[in-house]
């Protein structure tokens, strides 16, 4: 089993520029995540998906759109890319259905993300 | 909001010593978690406490989640190289919400 997958691993964008990140998960889970993580800021919510067909924004979700495609992809969409967004971003995903108990997440191995 | 703060931010340790990271929380959690991330790499899990007083044990670390389910620590005994990484805690209110803490990096010298 992969786990979470997510592409790109690197990419750079100039400000302005558009991209999406893709994660899919291949355990059948209900939740998917997407985080950011900045130094000395440890991992914030973006949005997630409690389940197919639902996502909800998270404590950072300005400057940014999800979609849920199914039950095992959820993509983060930049549509207007800033510097503020350079970041590691980090999908993942959750056995838990709705958010009561998140549970274990599972995390990919991040997408290191540079706007110029 | 929540709000979740870890500390100490950075802890270096002679190996063999032993290394504590803590974690305050501003409201009562419904649970807490935590994760290890080494350097370049992604968050593992690594155990979640849930009730009121909990003691964890796995192998040579121990977790604690206090009995107002507002702090919790972890403890690492005697320390080796392949400790070095950033602990997490990650704090779930009861109004569903998980927040990370900003991390402790550790790291061990030989």
């Known amino acids: 089993n992969a786990g979470v997958t997510q592409t790109p691993k690197f990419q750079v964008l100039k400000t302005g520029q558009s991209m999406t990140l893709q994660c899919a998960q291949d355990m059948n889970h209900n939740s998917m995540y997407w985080y950011r993580q900045d130094p000395g800021m440890g991992l914030r919510l973006i949005y997630y998906?409690?389940?197919?067909?639902?996502?909800d924004k998270g404590e950072v979700p300005n400057g940014y759109n999800v979609s849920r495609l199914n039950k095992r992809e959820f993509s983060l969409r930049l549509e207007s890319a800033a510097p503020s967004q350079t970041s590691v971003y980090f999908c993942?995903?959750?056995?838990?259905?709705?958010?009561?108990?998140?549970?274990?997440?599972?995390f990919g191995e991040g997408s290191r993300l540079t706007v110029l | 909001g929540q709000q979740v703060m870890q500390i100490p931010q950075y802890q270096h340790v002679q190996e063999g010593e032993d290394f504590t990271t803590y974690c305050n929380s501003s409201t009562t959690l419904s649970n807490i978690q935590w994760y290890k991330q080494r350097p370049g790499g992604h968050p593992v899990f690594l155990i979640q406490?849930?009730?009121?007083?909990e003691v964890k044990k796995q192998k040579r670390l121990t977790f604690q989640f206090g009995e107002a389910k507002k702090n919790s620590s972890l403890h690492i005994t005697a320390t080796q190289t392949t400790d070095v990484g950033t602990y997490f805690c990650?704090?779930?209110?009861?109004?569903?919400?998980?927040?990370f803490g900003a991390g402790t990096r550790l790291t061990v010298k030989p």
């Open positions: 990650a704090g779930q209110g009861y109004n569903n919400d998980m927040r």
């Open positions: 406490l849930v009730k009121s007083g």
């Open positions: 998906s409690a389940s197919e067909g639902t996502t």
């Open positions: 993942a995903s959750s056995e838990a259905q709705g958010a009561a108990n998140t549970g274990e997440l599972f």
